[in-house]
């Protein structure tokens, strides 16, 4: 074999070890995520989602309108997992809707400029002004909000204070739904 072959070969070898070593990293990776343990074991609360729209554009849409009059600004396919995304693929027909976000904070942007109507994160949109809930939250769309810690690190102190100070925060965080009964400590 020549030496440029070689090459060739030392590089595609070389670069299928690095993608197998790198594949082994992500996996044990993910291992150590699945290991977190939580502080408490409730959640410190839930993130709720709605359906909001700006004043503007409710006021674009005269006194005589329904949901088939909506444009939609949805979520693109990097969050398609999450259950606001799910609920738009079997309620909303592809051409009603405006534009798609991989991020939520530019969805409650979008939202807030006139675009259309969407499903937002409660503690994110309600603080806008701009935006009015034209619906209560559904259950189906609530994301628990936990306080995890890596098993090894979960008797250190000051990672243990970090936690029972976070899940303090959190669940007396009023823009989260606490209908939960809490544990005992």
């Known amino acids: 074999?020549?030496?440029?072959?070689?090459?060739?070969?030392?590089?595609?070898?070389?670069a299928g070890l690095a993608l197998i070593g790198a594949g082994m990293g992500i996996g044990?990776?993910?291992?150590?995520?699945?290991d977190g343990i939580a502080r408490q074991p409730q959640a410190a609360g839930t993130i709720q989602t709605a359906l909001?729209?700006?004043?503007?554009?409710?006021k674009s849409l005269g006194k005589r309108?329904?949901?088939d009059d909506y444009r939609w600004v949805a979520l693109d396919e990097s969050l398609a997992h999450l259950e606001s995304a799910k609920w738009m693929r079997q309620?909303?027909?592809a051409d009603r809707i405006a534009m798609r976000f991989d991020n939520l904070i530019g969805m409650v942007d979008a939202v807030a400029s006139g675009i259309g109507v969407g499903m937002?994160?409660?503690p994110l949109a309600d603080k806008r002004p701009e935006l009015?809930?034209?619906?209560?939250?559904?259950?189906?769309?609530?994301?628990q909000?936990?306080?995890l810690t890596h098993p090894d690190l979960k008797h250190v102190a000051r990672i243990r204070a970090l936690t029972d100070f976070l899940y303090e925060r959190l669940s007396a965080d009023s823009r989260l739904r606490h209908d939960f009964v809490a544990s005992a400590r």
């Open 145 to 147: 909000v936990w306080v």
């Open 132 to 143: 009015v809930r034209l619906q209560e939250p559904m259950r189906q769309m609530d994301t």
């Open 91 to 93: 309620h909303v027909p």
């Open 65 to 67: 309108h329904s949901e």
């Open 52 to 58: 909001y729209a700006s004043r503007d554009y409710i």
């Open 120 to 122: 937002l994160l409660c």
């Open 28 to 34: 044990r990776l993910a291992a150590s995520a699945m």
């Open 1 to 14: 074999m020549d030496p440029k072959g070689l090459a060739f070969l030392g590089a595609g070898l070389g």
